[in-house]
């Protein structure tokens, strides 16, 4: 388990899809060239919109994405998104140490476990997931 910075497109835009930027001198690149089995957990509660709920609370909502965290082709078109992708959202990665060979890395989901509520976890599927659009309001001021 390790903490990792992470973009699925730049803002607005997302696909779904984390991808990442890592170094192999950090345990999570290494044994992802090992082994590639992985997964990404997400909790609302960074959001701010918990309200006074305790982050494990079933109302605030979390999400564990399971699946293969596969080094991409560094010339790819997709390792051009993901960089681009990566900087928007973390501009200061732009600026580490290029010796320390950072590399794009993406998470292939396989599974989905999602809490939103009391009552167990949610049947998502990866392709309800990668196809759902938010609906964003503009809200007058």
Known sequence: MNVVSFSDGVPGKGTGVPYFYLT????TARNALKDHRSSL???EY???TCSNADPESPVCAKITLTGRL???E???????FARTALFTKHPEMKGWPKGHDFQV??????DIFMINWFGGPKPLTVDQY????????????
């Open 130 to 141: 990668l196809k759902y659009k938010m609906n964003i309001f503009a809200i007058d001021k």
């Open 74 to 80: 560094a010339n790819s078109k997709e390792a051009e």
């Open 24 to 27: 192999t001198l950090d345990p």
């Open 41 to 43: 957990a997400i909790s």
């Open 105 to 110: 890395f993406k998470l292939e989901i396989e």
């Open 46 to 48: 960074p959001l701010g």
């Open 70 to 72: 596969v080094l991409l």
